[in-house]
């Protein structure tokens, strides 16, 4: 059973517009959160991440939130730029019970339109 | 070199060949992870090896034989596989301890079993 859930397979966006990317999470034992981004070609490169104790956490033009009594995070990408087009994982941990293994969900594909 | 780096990138081989895929890390982590990705799915961890122990194994079939040598090298070795073990993997390592979950991906080897 999938326990980390991206149920768009693709987005686009136009350039300098908001790109929205959701994840879902099923297991209450996740307590921290990360999202991946992957050329392709290239192996998935780490982005941002957030732990259970905050709701939002922002770097730059990448700002990620998360919602724990719905279990949904999200990727918010502002302004959207067209070397943003790649696929974005989200990953989540269940730290607290002291293994630190990352589960995917299936990726969504960005595209950012020039 | 830096980061993670695994070789070949590419590899096609017949079912009843052995051959091995290699992974480096240059990171001075004391953690490494094989992980498949295979079209529309999510990466699925394969194994773990913390301090060159194998810290997990999630129900691989036998025809896949890691082996860590030492904390910065991490092998694959496969044997009489299947065709519908063709996929991407992807090596990864972190510094596993508590409150660290950034995982640090190689390009992955792409796999195809004829």
């Known amino acids: 059973d999938q326990q980390v859930k991206q149920n768009s397979p693709s987005l686009s966006v136009q350039e300098g517009r908001i790109s929205i990317l959701n994840c879902d999470y099923t297991n209450s034992m996740f307590d921290y959160f990360l999202w991946y981004k992957k050329y392709p070609a290239e192996g998935p490169t780490f982005l941002i991440s957030i732990s259970s104790i905050k709701d939002k956490n922002e770097d730059g033009r990448f700002t990620v939130f998360l919602n724990k009594s719905a279990k949904h995070l999200s990727l918010h990408i502002v302004p959207s730029q067209p070397g943003d087009s790649a696929v974005y994982f989200c990953?989540?941990?269940?730290?607290?019970?002291?293994?630190?293994?990352?589960?995917f969900g299936t990726g969504t594909r960005l595209t950012v339109i020039p | 070199e830096t980061g993670v780096t695994q070789t070949p990138r590419h590899l096609v081989m017949g079912m009843t060949n052995k051959k091995s895929l290699k992974c480096e890390q240059h990171l001075g982590h004391n953690a490494m992870y094989w992980y498949k990705q295979s079209a529309k799915k999510p990466l699925e961890l394969m194994f773990v090896?913390?301090?060159?122990?194998?810290?997990e194994n999630n129900s691989v079939p036998s025809r896949f034989s890691p082996e860590c040598p030492n904390s910065s090298h991490l092998f694959l070795h496969l044997h009489t596989l299947q065709p519908e073990d063709s996929a991407l993997y992807l090596c990864?390592?972190?510094?596993?301890?508590?409150?660290?979950?950034?995982?640090?991906f190689g390009p992955g080897t792409r796999l195809t079993v004829t």
């Open positions: 090896y913390s301090l060159e122990e194998r810290v």
């Open positions: 990864a390592s972190s510094q596993r301890a508590q409150g660290t979950y950034e995982q640090y």
């Open positions: 990953a989540a941990s269940a730290g607290a019970t002291g293994a630190n293994n990352l589960f």
